[in-house]
Every structure is written in structure tokens, then in C-alpha cells.
């Protein structure tokens, strides 16, 4: 299988690092290829400027070798930090760039865009493990965990992506490096689960 694996944090020893090397490292331990791509590394521009909007418009290089690559995962895996609910800004404008009319969506024919739109990947599972400060049970009761409804029904759901996992690991700040290490396992584990190791010949 083509996975897509995208990081998005700043911090070089992130626990979110430790997390996308094991996600990358376990899929080409089972034969997949592997498309990673560390946002802040590359130094992203997550700016969508207005003549990038309209489907079919040229768009440079970066960006157009992303959504080639979008189209052709058959697997997806984020990678990102709760920050106040939401993917980090450079994410975001990584969507907004990338998951674009024609590519990841399509409307129908007389349908201006008033509609629901038809989904386009191929892909097919998808894959977001976060990291955040806020106990679970508060994330629930006081927030309502917005990135999971984010990211399976307002994203992936809407391009046609039918199986989705989250994972949100809570209260990194206080954690230890045996908890961490857990953490890693149960990433290696999820990972496992959702793109098992190829057969020969595939």
C-alpha cells in the first residue's frame, strides 16, 4: 500500500516526532511505501492565496506534487498536537491547500457548491494520532473532543474516506519516559492493525 504520513509540530525531540518515526518505521518494516512529510521541516506555506482556490487552477510544484500524492494514498496517517482544539495552523493550511475541489472532492454536475460533495480518495483507512494536555474527561465534558469531529465527518468523511481511528494520547506534559515508550507500542500496535505487513508479490 501507498501511505501518506503527514507531521505537523515544530519540536524536533516531540514527543509527536517519536510518534510519526514509529508510524513511518512500522509501515516500511511491513512492505508499505512510505510518503512522509514533515510540514515545518519543509517549511510548508499553509497560505491558500485566492487564485489557488477554483478547481483546475495552477498551482506550484510543492503543492501540486501533495495533492498527486493525496490521490494516490491507499492509507493516511497525521500526526499533530491538540493546540486550543484544533490542528496546528501549518496542518490547516495544509488541508486548505491540498484537500482541493477535483482532488479530494468533487460536486456534481449542476451543483454550484450549495450541495454535499462527492468524496474522491481512494484511500482506504485513515489514521490521526494527537497529542494533548487536557485530561480526557475534561476534553469531553468541557470541549466536546472537536478534533475528532473535525477529522472524521468534516474531512475525511466528506472525500470518502469510510474507515477512520484517533488516537489521543492526554497529559504529555506530566508524562514519563516509561509512559512514552508505552505510547510508542500502542502506535506501533495501531499501525499494525490498520496496514498489516504485505504479502509477497503485492
Not at 51 to 58: H, M, Q, T, V, W
Not at 168 to 184: D, I, K, N
Request: glycine share 8%.
Amino acid at each position: 500500500m501507498n501511505v501518506l504520513v503527514i507531521y505537523a509540530h515544530p519540536g524536533r525531540g516531540s514527543l509527536n516526532k517519536a510518534i510519526a518515526d514509529t508510524a513511518v518505521q512500522t509501515l516500511r518494516n511491513n512492505g508499505h511505501e512510505v510518503m512522509f512529510h514533515d510540514l515545518h521541516e519543509e517549511a510548508f506555506d499553509p497560505i491558500l492565496a485566492e487564485a489557488e482556490i477554483p478547481k483546475g487552477a495552477s498551482l506550484d510544484s510543492v503543492v501540486a506534487r501533495h495533492c498527486a500524492e493525496l490521490s494516490s494514498a491507499d492509507g493516511i496517517v497525521i500526526v499533530h498536537p491538540n493546540w486550543w482544539g484544533q490542528p496546528p495552523a501549518i496542518l490547516k493550511g495544509w488541508i486548505d491547500r491540498v484537500f482541493r475541489p477535483g482532488v479530494a472532492y468533487e460536486f456534481l454536475e449542476g451543483d454550484s457548491g450549495e450541495g454535499v460533495p462527492m468524496g474522491l480518495l481512494k484511500t482506504k483507512v485513515a489514521i490521526v494520532f494527537n497529542t494533548s494536555n487536557t485530561p480526557m474527561k475534561r476534553e469531553l465534558e468541557a470541549f466536546g473532543d472537536p478534533l475528532e469531529r473535525l477529522w472524521k465527518d468534516c474531512i475525511f468523511g466528506l472525500c470518502g474516506v469510510k474507515s477512520f481511528y484517533r488516537r489521543m494520547f492526554t497529559m504529555v506534559v506530566v508524562s514519563s519516559p516509561e509512559q512514552r515508550e508505552q505510547w510508542l507500542r500502542e502506535v506501533q500496535e495501531i499501525i499494525e492493525n490498520h496496514f498489516p505487513a504485505a504479502e509477497e508479490g503485492q
